[in-house]
């Protein structure tokens, strides 16, 4: 056996990602896809796999090298072309697939990279068979990839038009009150999504909606600016639109379109806590019409509101670690109707449990136009508390920094809990706040998340965190 290259930084714990030409090639995308193939596959019992891939210029080619991989240990390949990651995991779950999506998400235009998953969209992470992907795919590097003796076959499959019916089936926006809505798709798959879904790209029926559209064709240089509405930077642009059109709401899209911001019609970021709680009582309500118990999942970062407003509604609320990996499992195991994250992940039962940015869009867009008010009024209440934001310190040794913080504020009434780093909650008592402080996996940081129901309570504990954390 030859060496085997270490794969471990670009095989991660959820997906793949790495540097077109340097770690990441056709070789290595060939040797990725029979390794998908043996270690996830086949043991799965199937014999086919769907694979997309979104605008990026090198995805179309590491497409056909994946599929060159599974095909040569005997599996079928279906190939959807074009797609955003939801629309991957809408193939997967209508045909009953595993899939694979060639992505880098929000990274810069340098990077791809491929996100799995089992039949009907179930999350493929480090602990259920990516581990084993990258050990195989290491292993066929080195020794080059077994050749089963049936080769799997090609074939192309357009699932575009079906996946805009199938959202707009559990999104009804046809009486809706008229809305102008400013859509920023970075250049990437929001561009191709949008106009199937929200106008008639697809041939379907027109909405009540006139879209504004910034940056809509699809270029994976991101000649604009990036695809990653998590950086404020990257929303200028839109929140400009909003005020200079007058218009309703605005929504941006990450590059794989996984993910949706919204921005209200005074050109001010929407929190995604204010979207789940307004999303997740949507759901609840709809659960409870048809008699059944309504459970949505939350991660632990998410606002307070999020928690309290669904109790009260008649929800079960679930507490979630941080990461699509625990939220989609978690999702599975309670049967959760709906689950949000901070970072504008926002997954659905009747989605396969996936995370769909277009979804959860629909929800903003449907209770929008279902009444008078504008958009800021509407989440007014979904937004009661201040919160920080994330804060990312870069420390030399996150443990000590995580200690030297339970040292100072554990105590005096503070509760204290480690499901996900350290979480420290005054919330039962004044002055109501809470701080949950995360060590990054893979940099030397430690992210600060602090919220309170007074916006002074929040400066100041937030500030008196950061001196701690940051101790020379």
Not at 73 to 83: A, E, P, Q, T
């Given at each position: 056996?030859?060496?085997?290259?270490?794969?471990?930084?670009?095989?991660?714990?959820?997906?793949?990602?790495?540097?077109?030409?340097?770690?990441?090639?056709?070789?290595?995308?060939?040797?990725?896809?029979?390794?998908?193939?043996?270690?996830?596959?086949?043991?799965?019992?199937?014999?086919?796999?769907?694979?997309?891939?979104?605008?990026?210029?090198?995805?179309?080619?590491?497409?056909?090298?994946?599929?060159?991989?599974?095909?040569?240990?005997g599996v079928d390949v279906v190939s959807i072309g074009l797609c955003s990651t939801d629309g991957l995991y809408h193939a997967s779950g209508v045909l009953d697939l595993p899939g694979v999506m060639v992505t880098a998400s929000h990274n810069p235009a340098a990077y791809n990279g491929m996100k799995m998953c089992r039949s009907r969209a179930r999350a493929v992470g480090e602990n259920s068979g990516l581990g084993e992907v990258r050990s195989l795919a290491s292993r066929y590097l080195a020794d080059?990839?077994?050749?089963?003796?049936?080769?799997?076959?090609?074939?192309?499959?357009?699932?575009?038009?079906?996946?805009?019916?199938?959202?707009?089936?559990?999104?009804?926006?046809?009486?809706?009150?008229?809305?102008?809505?400013?859509?920023?798709?970075?250049?990437?798959?929001?561009?191709?999504?949008?106009?199937?879904?929200?106008?008639?790209?697809?041939?379907?029926?027109?909405?009540?909606?006139?879209?504004?559209?910034?940056?809509?064709?699809?270029?994976?240089?991101?000649?604009?600016?990036?695809?990653?509405?998590?950086?404020?930077?990257?929303?200028?642009?839109?929140?400009?639109?909003?005020?200079?059109?007058?218009?309703?709401?605005?929504?941006?899209?990450?590059?794989?379109?996984?993910?949706?911001?919204?921005?209200?019609?005074?050109?001010?970021?929407?929190?995604?806590?204010?979207?789940?709680?307004?999303?997740?009582?949507?759901?609840?309500?709809?659960?409870?019409?048809?008699?059944?118990?309504?459970?949505?999942?939350?991660?632990?970062?998410?606002?307070?509101?999020?928690?309290?407003?669904?109790?009260?509604?008649?929800?079960?609320?679930?507490?979630?670690?941080?990461?699509?990996?625990?939220?989609?499992?978690?999702?599975?195991?309670?049967?959760?109707?709906?689950?949000?994250?901070?970072?504008?992940?926002?997954?659905?039962?009747?989605?396969?449990?996936?995370?769909?940015?277009?979804?959860?869009?629909?929800?903003?867009?449907?209770?929008?136009?279902?009444?008078?008010?504008?958009?800021?009024?509407?989440?007014?209440?979904?937004?009661?508390?201040?919160?920080?934001?994330?804060?990312?310190?870069?420390?030399?040794?996150?443990?000590?920094?995580?200690?030297?913080?339970?040292?100072?504020?554990?105590?005096?009434?503070?509760?204290?809990?480690?499901?996900?780093?350290?979480?420290?909650?005054?919330?039962?008592?004044?002055?109501?706040?809470?701080?949950?402080?995360?060590?990054?996996?893979?940099?030397?940081?430690?992210?600060?998340?602090?919220?309170?129901?007074?916006?002074?309570?929040?400066?100041?504990?937030?500030?008196?965190?950061?001196?701690?954390?940051?101790?020379?």
């Amino acid at each position: 056996m030859n060496d085997a290259p270490d794969l471990s930084g670009l095989i991660k714990a959820y997906d793949v990602r790495g540097i077109v030409g340097d770690n990441l090639t056709h070789e290595v995308a060939t040797a990725i896809g029979a390794a998908f193939a043996d270690a996830v596959v086949l043991p799965d019992g199937e014999s086919q796999v769907v694979i997309g891939h979104d605008m990026r210029d090198s995805g179309p080619g590491l497409a056909q090298a994946i599929a060159a991989g599974l095909n040569a240990r005997g599996v079928d390949v279906v190939s959807i072309g074009l797609c955003s990651t939801d629309g991957l995991y809408h193939a997967s779950g209508v045909l009953d697939l595993p899939g694979v999506m060639v992505t880098a998400s929000h990274n810069p235009a340098a990077y791809n990279g491929m996100k799995m998953c089992r039949s009907r969209a179930r999350a493929v992470g480090e602990n259920s068979g990516l581990g084993e992907v990258r050990s195989l795919a290491s292993r066929y590097l080195a020794d080059g990839v077994p050749q089963a003796d049936a080769v799997g076959a090609f074939s192309e499959r357009d699932t575009v038009g079906d996946y805009a019916s199938f959202l707009r089936s559990l999104v009804p926006l046809e009486n809706v009150r008229p809305l102008k809505v400013v859509v920023d798709a970075a250049n990437a798959m929001g561009g191709y999504t949008v106009p199937a879904v929200l106008g008639n790209a697809a041939g379907l029926e027109a909405l009540p909606l006139e879209i504004v559209p910034l940056y809509f064709e699809l270029d994976g240089t991101f000649p604009n600016h990036e695809a990653n509405p998590l950086d404020p930077a990257n929303l200028v642009d839109l929140q400009a639109a909003v005020r200079e059109h007058g218009a309703d709401i605005g929504l941006a899209f990450d590059g794989d379109a996984d993910r949706c911001f919204a921005v209200d019609e005074r050109g001010e970021v929407v929190p995604a806590s204010a979207i789940t709680a307004l999303v997740g009582l949507r759901e609840t309500a709809r659960e409870r019409e048809a008699g059944r118990q309504a459970t949505v999942i939350h991660n632990l970062i998410s606002s307070r509101a999020v928690p309290e407003q669904l109790e009260a509604a008649g929800a079960i609320p679930a507490r979630s670690r941080v990461g699509h990996s625990f939220i989609k499992a978690q999702m599975a195991e309670l049967n959760a109707v709906f689950g949000g994250e901070h970072s504008a992940h926002f997954y659905f039962r009747d989605f396969f449990y996936a995370d769909s940015g277009m979804l959860a869009a629909m929800h903003v867009l449907a209770a929008l136009g279902a009444q008078d008010k504008p958009l800021s009024e509407l989440l007014a209440i979904h937004d009661p508390y201040t919160a920080s934001g994330e804060i990312n310190s870069t420390v030399a040794d996150a443990a000590a920094a995580t200690q030297r913080v339970r040292e100072t504020f554990a105590g005096d009434g503070v509760a204290v809990d480690e499901m996900d780093g350290l979480t420290l909650s005054h919330w039962d008592s004044e002055p109501r706040w809470w701080a949950n402080v995360r060590a990054s996996n893979t940099e030397p940081l430690l992210r600060l998340n602090v919220e309170a129901a007074d916006p002074e309570v929040m400066e100041r504990q937030r500030d008196a965190l950061l001196a701690v954390i940051r101790e020379a």
